[in-house]
């Protein structure tokens, strides 16, 4: 399985904002500086984070993006599930029973292990939070807007 950029990178620009938390909202350009995103591609990768409700947003000059929920509440599965959808290795295993659309389903001798594969996947999503993630990440240095007086 292999997790597209627009996985990889919500789940980075919720890790932005994570270590934001608190401390008000970020700009689309300052989450797009911390997370290494490109700043057309973060926009739309805003937009269904915000409609999943993971993500608030403020308008006006100390506008921008925050987490709806503190990092601790955010588990990583969420985060995925909007960029990607239901986590499915193989078709015949997706968490979503109606895309299980492999004709071999039943009698399938390889099916189980495509389960247990699936079944870690979604443990080790589940069981991670935003906060897990910038507890065991490096000091980050701010990205400018952070520390302005904007911001908070």
């Known amino acids: 399985m292999k997790v597209s950029t627009r996985g990889e990178y919500g789940v980075r620009a919720m890790v932005a904002l994570a270590h934001q938390y608190g401390q ?86 390889t099916r189980p292990v495509w389960l247990r594969m699936r079944d870690a996947i979604i443990d080790t999503l589940d069981s991670t939070t935003l906060a897990d993630l910038i507890a065991q990440s490096p000091v980050r240095p701010p990205t400018g807007s952070e520390a302005s007086p904007s911001s908070s």
């Open 24 to 109: 008000g909202p970020m700009s689309i350009a300052a989450i797009s500086r911390a997370s290494a995103i490109p700043t057309a591609y973060l926009e739309q990768l805003i937009g269904p984070l915000r409609r999943a409700e993971l993500v608030t947003s403020k308008r006006g000059a100390r506008g921008g993006y925050q987490l709806a929920r503190s990092p601790d509440q955010v588990k990583v599965g969420e985060v995925y599930r909007v960029m990607e959808g239901p986590v499915a290795p193989m078709d015949c295993v997706s968490e979503d029973a109606s895309q299980q659309t492999c004709p071999f389903i039943i009698g399938c001798e």
